[in-house]
T-cell receptor, first 112, second 109 residues
Framework: NAGVTQTPKFQVLKTGQSMTLQCAQDMNHNSMYWYRQDPGMGLRLIYYSASEGTTDKGEVPNGYNVSRLNKREFSLRLESAAPSQTSVYFC???????????FGNGTRLTVT | EDQVTQSPEALRLQEGESSSLNCSYTVSGLRGLFWYRQDPGKGPEFLFTLYSAGEEKEKERLKATLTKKESFLHITAPKPEDSATYLCAVQSNDYKLSFGAGTTVTVRA
């Protein structure tokens, strides 16, 4: 049982480049989330999808877009990367909005 | 605005030396409080959910308790494998989830 799988694990981008972070879960969960984790700060919600076909902004959505491709997959796109987006990105899922979250192992992104 | 503050930021323990981690919170109606464990290079892993003041949950050497303003994670007789960062998160009645910055625990043999 793989749980939540994120790709890639590491990525280095130059300012202005674009990329998509991929996330897939095999637990048949309805809700999926994208967080970023920075040193000394709590996990901050970027976007979430309460169910297939819906997406909503979280606390820090600027500079990001998301797509809920189907029930399993939820991708995060950086259209024009900036150094402030250097962070560790985590995808998470849960059966419903008040459930504990299952996290992937993260994508470590550096923007130079 | 919901706030979650964890203390201390870092905790160094000798194997067998029990201690407690604190999670103080302000929230507009508590739906639930979650504890997670995060190992280096990994995503957070769920430990406990607490819903109301006075509730306690236990798992091996860990025990979580909840009051109206804070939660404690007690580590009894820790082992080196308990070394990790422990995250606290609170969910308000409108389902908003707020995470603390975590406490990094190092247990020396």
């Amino acid at each position: 049982n793989a749980g939540v799988t994120q790709t890639p694990k590491f990525q280095v981008l130059k300012t202005g480049q674009s990329m998509t972070l991929q996330c897939a879960q095999d637990m048949n969960h309805n809700s999926m989330y994208w967080y970023r984790q920075d040193p000394g700060m709590g996990l901050r919600l970027i976007y979430y999808s309460a169910s297939e076909g819906t997406t909503d902004k979280g606390e820090v959505p600027n500079g990001y877009n998301v797509s809920r491709l189907n029930k399993r997959e939820f991708s995060l796109r950086l259209e024009s990367a900036a150094p402030s987006q250097t962070s560790v990105y985590f995808c998470a899922s849960g059966p419903r909005g008040d459930s504990p979250l299952h996290f992937g192992n993260g994508t470590r992104l550096t923007v130079t | 605005e919901d706030q979650v503050t964890q203390s201390p930021e870092a905790l160094r323990l000798q194997e067998g030396e029990s201690s407690s981690l604190n999670c103080s919170y302000t929230v507009s109606g508590l739906r639930g409080l979650f504890w997670y464990r995060q190992d280096p290079g990994k995503g957070p892993e769920f430990l406990f959910t607490l819903y109301s003041a006075g509730e306690e949950k236990e798992k091996e050497r860990l025990k979580a308790t909840l009051t109206k303003k804070e939660s404690f994670l007690h580590i009894t007789a820790p082992k080196p494998e308990d070394s990790a960062t422990y995250l606290c998160a609170v969910q308000s009645n409108d389902y908003k989830l707020s995470f603390g910055a975590g406490t990094t625990v190092t247990v020396r043999a």
